[in-house]
């Protein structure tokens, strides 16, 4: 296959790195040995993971040189890949706990893909306390977002606990059914979403329409839009090294409290998110008046109709509460910025919603090809993203994956990322950081943990403190 152009929001990936923004995702997946593992069980799945000869999109896509590659890269199929590159065995140092596997992944999160190779690397990191293993595996986000490496990273883990019954994630499986293509010529007479770029104008037009009336009553919420943030020390200048914290909610905590709430799982976790980054910069003294703002990205692939496509994500933008020391006041008002949001893009036929996403996007997408993003007013606080993963347990070779973390990507004038995944009944949550900017991330974790108790307290909620 030919070299392929990449779309305009996957080539910003690439254009915006630097040795201080690596632009790569991650997820830390954490196993639990089974109870007759040998003693070489890590090696044998290293050595698995090494074994497929040909693989599959993006896994073996590298950069190709074409004319025009800076301004508009493009990616071909690498004639040759080596997989002991690619798959790395690591072990921690004693006592291998939490801390040592934290150091661990921060240091891995913060070193910048080769791109003369295919762009990812996976990590088997043995030596964890308690019977366990952890596998960290990272793609250049210019491949996948959140969606997309959730799918790629679980489609080859068994439902049952039996032994030689998972498939390797990047071998190459047949297709089911033909695709529709992105790039090549379709990427001159198409904009996001393949929507032809003669019809941007239009239904450019439709979408922002609605937003030029404010609302008279005070009890009505507006459709937030990038660069309404304050600044805050979220949103300074970044250096390459990372820090991560996770934390693990209940599930069932989480839906319990949004039913009480009467509000979505989502604007819980987003009211979480809020309290812990309020109490965040009032320790710090930096609070500002007004509410941070979060940019929650959301789906657009079945817009896109491109499965192969690397991205199909747009931001709605929703504030955080945080100027509100009342924790059922600030959920209430993340309730309806949220709801505002989401009322205005479902309005939009399927066509619009990728153009109106995309047009909001491009003032902040100009600021990060800039290079001023930690100079000029933000265009959000802070990226906080939910991405739905598997609802029942998974297994590979019989090790039971007892939670899958993801790990995402700060940048210039964005110094904190929050995504969460659910899987098996809980979310686990990854809080990604500049590590010279936010140098105490752990506490942001404990901090929303303990949002949770305040929240089941305030809306009366039996079994706070639940398994946290």
């Known amino acids: 296959m030919g070299a392929r152009r990449l779309s305009l929001l996957d080539a910003t990936f690439l254009q915006i790195e630097r040795r201080e923004t690596p632009m790569h995702v991650a997820a830390l997946q954490v196993f639990q040995l089974p109870d007759d593992a040998s003693?070489?069980?890590?090696?044998?799945?290293?050595?698995?993971?090494?074994?497929?000869?040909?693989?599959?999109?993006?896994?073996?896509?590298?950069?190709?040189?074409?004319?025009?590659?800076?301004?508009?890269?493009?990616?071909?199929?690498?004639?040759?890949?080596?997989m002991a590159y690619h798959v790395r065995h690591t072990c921690l140092p004693a006592p291998g706990g939490e801390r040592e596997l934290g150091e661990l992944i921060s240091h891995?999160?913060?070193?910048?893909?080769?791109?003369?190779?295919?762009?990812?690397?996976?990590?088997?990191?043995?030596?964890?306390?308690?019977?366990?293993?952890?596998?960290?595996?990272?793609?250049?986000?210019?491949?996948?977002?959140?969606?997309?490496?959730?799918?790629?990273?679980?489609?080859?883990?068994?439902?049952?606990?039996?032994?030689?019954?998972?498939?390797?994630?990047?071998?190459?499986?047949?297709?089911?059914?033909?695709?529709?293509?992105?790039?090549?010529?379709?990427?001159?007479?198409?904009?996001?979403?393949?929507?032809?770029?003669?019809?941007?104008?239009?239904?450019?037009?439709?979408?922002?329409?609605?937003?030029?009336?404010?609302?008279?009553?005070?009890?009505?919420?507006?459709?937030?839009?990038?660069?309404?943030?304050?600044?805050?020390?979220?949103?300074?200048?970044?250096?390459?090294?990372?820090?991560?914290a996770t934390q693990r909610f209940p599930l069932a905590r989480i839906k319990t409290l949004a039913r009480r709430a009467d509000c979505s799982v989502n604007d819980i976790f987003l009211a979480l998110c809020g309290a812990a980054l309020r109490r965040h910069l009032l320790d710090n003294g930096k609070l500002p008046e007004r509410s941070l703002i979060a940019g929650v990205p959301v789906s657009l692939r079945a817009e896109s109709g491109d499965d192969e496509a690397g991205n199909a994500v747009g931001f709605l933008w929703s504030v955080l509460g945080t100027e509100l020391s009342d924790p059922q006041a600030r959920l209430a008002a993340i309730r309806r910025s949220m709801q505002a949001s989401k009322a205005h893009l479902q309005s939009l036929p399927g066509a619009a919603r990728s153009v109106y996403t995309m047009s909001t996007m491009a003032p902040a997408i100009g600021v990060l090809l800039s290079g001023q993003g930690a100079r000029l007013r933000p265009s959000m606080n802070v990226v906080i993203s939910n991405v739905p993963g598997p609802d029942r347990a998974l297994y590979l070779d019989g090790a039971r994956m007892e939670a899958m973390y993801p790990v995402s990507i700060p940048i210039q004038g964005l110094g904190l990322n929050i995504t969460c995944v659910s899987y098996d009944g809980q979310l686990t949550v990854g809080f990604t950081g500049s590590r010279d900017s936010l140098p105490r991330l752990q506490r942001i974790a404990v901090y929303a943990g303990e949002a949770l108790d305040e929240l089941e307290r305030v809306f009366g909620v039996t079994g706070a403190g639940e398994g946290s």
């Open 39 to 82: 003693a070489d069980f890590c090696r044998s799945v290293v050595q698995k993971l090494r074994g497929p000869e040909k693989l599959g999109r993006p896994w073996n896509l590298r950069l190709a040189q074409v004319p025009l590659s800076r301004m508009a890269p493009a990616t071909e199929t690498a004639p040759t890949i080596d």
């Open 108 to 244: 891995l999160h913060s070193t910048t893909l080769d791109r003369s190779r295919p762009l990812w690397t996976c990590h088997v990191i043995e030596g964890l306390e308690n019977g366990r293993f952890a596998i960290y595996t990272k793609v250049h986000h210019a491949l996948v977002d959140g969606i997309k490496g959730m799918h790629l990273l679980t489609r080859g883990l068994a439902t049952t606990p039996g032994t030689d019954n998972w498939m390797v994630p990047w071998a190459e499986v047949a297709s089911a059914g033909r695709r529709k293509r992105a790039g090549g010529e379709a990427a001159g007479r198409s904009g996001s979403g393949g929507v032809p770029l003669t019809q941007w104008p239009r239904l450019a037009a439709r979408s922002m329409r609605p937003l030029l009336r404010r609302p008279g009553s005070r009890d009505d919420e507006t459709v937030r839009l990038p660069f309404e943030a304050p600044r805050s020390i979220l949103n300074g200048p970044v250096t390459g090294a990372r820090r991560v």
